[in-house]
């Protein structure tokens, strides 16, 4: 898979310099959560993405398009979630 991000059609380079993994670690999801499950801790869980940090592009009002092709994998929990 060829992974590319542009910034105002400047092509970022290296971009698997950008690329991190975090360790294994616990969430706690409230209720009515943006995921759409029930509330508890899950995990464990790790974070894996590319992770671009930018300076403000230009004054308030400007349009910045940021084309993108997203491909995501959502896993399936090995167990169930538990409310602990």
């Known amino acids: 898979m060829l992974l590319t991000v542009s910034i105002d059609h ?3 380079k290296y971009l698997d310099q950008y690329r991190v993994t975090s ?4 969430v706690f999801l409230p209720q ?19 992770w671009l940090l930018l300076t403000p592009l230009s004054p308030r009002g400007a349009y910045h398009p940021f084309p993108r092709q ?6 399936k929990l090995r167990r169930p979630i538990s409310s602990t």
């Open 70 to 75: 997203n491909h995501c994998k959502v896993l």
């Open 23 to 26: 360790p294994v670690f616990n």
């Open 10 to 12: 400047a092509r970022v």
């Open 32 to 50: 009515s959560n943006v995921v759409g499950i029930p509330a508890g801790t899950i995990g464990p869980v790790v974070s894996d993405g590319y």
